[in-house]
């Protein structure tokens, strides 16, 4: 026996995409539904395993979380990204988005496109949506549909920045941390720096701090042969993580970014260093999210903490310069989510495409072995061939012309209509 509940939910699937980003929620909400990479994948064998979904995708950064899916029940997808983070959906619901099939494609676009980050055209975002569909991929949740959107989004991201160079001098998330460090101190390379981490962040902001010739750099990371390879580009030292609440009093500008579930500076560390600095400020910029540096810190005096959200406010200048180039992407996107959910629309037509040729080679089948049979009687072979057309004609035929006949009279124009456009007859109907 044929599985219809199976088949009837295949049949409802539909892309669909949910979130939560800088513009929807704060930080403190965004790092309690993010996934960390040790996590993600767990999360994306959930949803396949609990049949919540035929595929998934997750894009998780300090400025969104994303899930992307094909899904006979979108609904599930928002309960499931509560209950997976030990959330009620009341909780989450408050500054989540849900975009369905065109709105979801529209949404993939722009955000590899850099037209929905907190820093208008960056460009690392292209490279996490491309790293959230090779763990896909390699969790086995990246299927057809989802594969085809995110090979299309990076197309689609490539000509945007090419025909409008809209990434062309942005302000970098790394440039306005060295901007809110200089409101703090006169110069930069007077003070000593610490970076917490050895990822792609961390290199970028370093990469700017170090233009600025600080007196001393150092990076600390879990792996200290990943914190010496960066230190050694910048002519800096290194150390491991643990060493962290010993060295912390020796410097004057912090910045962290690790994939640390929980906060890895905490306020008794700061206020220990404080009091060996003797109350000399420390600037701290916390890039992480779920965050490094516990919020209450920002309380302290002599402490100087900001998160991805408060140096957004740096970033914004420039945007209005960068309003004509906004224009044209725009319209680029909109040409291509056409073309994608017209691709879509085709994939949908599959199975009933699949059941006429099905049907038609049975009605083949038929008259062929009528034929054989005639021929092995010894009968004519062109009266054969004429009674194998005429009745494959008539059958081929019979549908749709029992169907015109049977159609009340307002169907039967609109049928004719049809049936003119699938057989191609080019008369007046």
């Known amino acids: 026996m044929p599985d219809h509940s199976f088949r009837n939910k295949i049949n409802r699937m539909q892309l669909f995409a ?3 980003n800088h513009h929807t929620a704060p930080v403190a909400i965004r790092e309690r539904v993010a996934f960390p990479a040790d996590i993600l994948g767990r999360a994306l064998s959930d949803v396949t395993g609990r049949a919540l979904a035929h595929e998934v995708a997750i894009l998780s950064t300090c400025n969104r979380t994303e899930v992307y899916c094909n899904t006979p029940e979108p609904e599930s997808m928002v309960e499931w990204m509560a209950e997976f983070h030990s959330l009620k959906p009341r909780e989450v619901r408050p500054y989540l988005y849900t975009l369905p099939g065109d709105q979801a494609v529209k949404h993939a676009f722009r955000v590899a496109s850099g037209l929905d980050s907190m820093v208008l055209g960056e460009t690392q975002i292209l490279g996490q949506m491309k790293q959230a569909a090779e763990r896909a ?18 197309s689609v991201a490539k000509e945007v920045r090419t025909a409008t160079e809209i990434g062309a001098n942005t302000v970098s998330m790394s440039a306005a941390a060295v901007t809110l460090a200089e409101r703090i101190f006169p110069s930069v390379s007077d003070q000593a720096i610490l970076f917490v981490g050895a990822g792609e962040m961390i290199e970028l902001v370093a990469t700017h701090f170090a233009a600025r010739n600080p007196r001393r750099l150092m990076v600390v990371n879990r792996t200290v042969e990943r914190a010496r390879d960066l230190a050694n580009r910048f002519g800096g ?16 500008i ?12 905490g306020l008794g560390m700061v206020e220990r260093a404080l009091k060996l600095r003797k109350h000399r400020p420390i600037f701290m910029v916390d890039l992480a999210v779920p965050r490094d540096i516990e919020a209450e810190v ?19 200048a420039g945007h209005d310069a960068r309003h004509a180039k906004v224009e044209q992407a725009e319209a680029i996107i909109s040409a291509s989510v056409h073309e994608f959910m017209h691709w879509v629309g085709a994939r949908s037509a599959v199975p009933t495409v699949r059941a006429l040729r099905d049907h038609g080679e049975r009605l083949r089948r038929h008259e062929l072995e009528k034929a054989v049979k005639a021929l092995h009687r010894g009968d004519d072979p062109k009266g054969v061939l004429e009674a194998l057309s005429h009745g494959l004609l008539n059958k081929l035929l019979h549908d749709p012309s029992h169907a015109m006949n049977q159609a009340a009279s307002g169907e039967r124009e609109e049928l004719a209509r049809l049936i003119a456009r699938l057989y191609n007859l080019h008369n007046d109907l």
């Open 18 to 20: 949910c979130g939560v």
């Open 137 to 154: 991929k390699e969790a086995g949740t990246l299927g057809l549909m989802l594969n085809k959107l995110f090979q299309r989004t990076f």
């Open 237 to 252: 030292e290194a150390a491991a993580l643990t060493a962290l609440p010993e060295l912390l009093s020796e410097f004057d």
């Open 254 to 265: 912090v910045v962290t970014s690790t994939a640390s579930p929980l906060p890895i500076v």
């Open 298 to 316: 920002g309380e302290l005096d002599d402490a100087f903490l900001y998160t991805v959200d408060d140096l957004g406010e740096v970033v914004q």
